[in-house]
Nanobody
Framework: QVRLVESGGGLVQPGGSLRLSCAASGFALDAHAIGWFRQAPGKEREGVSC????????YYADSVKGRFTIFRDVFASTFSLEMESLKSDDTAVYYC????????????????WGQGTQVTVSS
């Protein structure tokens, strides 16, 4: 059974850093696309960063390039999102997810989701 559990959200000041982690079970991290998504109030869910299942390459949304880093630990079955230089626009609920059959960073393609963790960037 596929299960994803996020941790690490919270309140941080602008310019600060946070690390989100996702504990995964029921599937192999290096055999499926995995990613982080976010949804701000009144906005659609968007892909923040993903790792391709076929190449291991990473994708980043333009809004987070140079500030966020995604990485995975296949043996520990976890993947994380290191977020730096946070801005108020980064405030959202963040979700980890996996696409068991495809290889995109499009939210609608992802099959299994965590419960979400709130990230609030505010002074």
């Amino acid at each position: 059974q596929v299960r994803l559990v996020e941790s690490g959200g919270g309140l941080v000041q602008p310019g600060g850093s946070l690390r989100l982690s996702c504990a995964a079970s029921g599937f192999a991290l290096d055999a499926h696309a995995i990613g982080w998504f976010r949804q701000a109030p009144g906005k659609e869910r968007e892909g923040v960063s993903c790792i391709s299942r076929s190449t291991g390459n990473t994708y980043y949304a333009d809004s987070v390039k140079g500030r966020f880093t995604i990485f995975r630990d296949v043996f520990a079955s976890t993947f994380s999102l290191e977020m730096e230089s946070l801005k108020s626009d980064d405030t959202a609920v963040y979700y980890c997810a996996t696409d068991l059959y495809g290889d995109t960073c499009t939210p609608g393609d992802y099959d299994y989701w965590g419960q979400g963790t709130q990230v609030t960037v505010s002074s």
